[in-house]
């Protein structure tokens, strides 16, 4: 069973940046992924990006691509989201997810196959 905790939400104003920083408690496959997903209240979450934990393949939505880097410190079970260029609708609740599925075209963006969440750091981007 592992525990995460984020940390390193904030407000910022557009183009700025901020990391988003996930430790992990408990085991960590190595053969699994680690997932970064934001949420706005009333709507679905969405995926952002994901890491495959045992190969650091990396996988980005469209909408951050060039923006958001993920990246980890597997020794010291860290996990990153760097966020650059920030705009309004990055704004949302974060969360990093583990345990979630590594298939054949890379991680999966489903957040029903991820199984432990952390808590969510909140992100606010103003114009």
């Known amino acids: 069973q592992a525990q995460l905790v984020e940390s390193g939400g904030g407000s910022v104003q557009t183009g700025g940046s901020l990391r988003l920083s996930c430790g992990a408690s408990g085991h960590i496959f190595s053969s699994y992924c680690m997932g970064w997903f934001r949420q706005i209240q009333g709507k679905e979450r969405e995926w952002v990006a994901s890491i495959f934990v045992g190969g650091g393949n990396t996988y980005y939505a469209d909408s951050v691509k060039g923006r958001f880097t993920v990246s980890q410190e597997k020794d010291k079970k860290m996990w990153y989201l760097q966020m650059s260029n920030l705009k309004p609708e990055d704004t949302a609740t974060y969360y990093c997810?583990?345990?979630?599925?590594?298939?054949?075209?890379?991680?999966?963006?489903?957040?029903?196959?991820?199984?432990?969440w952390g808590q969510g750091t909140q992100v606010t981007v103003s114009s």
């Open positions: 997810a583990s345990d979630g599925f590594f298939e054949r075209g890379g991680c999966t963006m489903k957040d029903n196959e991820y199984t432990y």
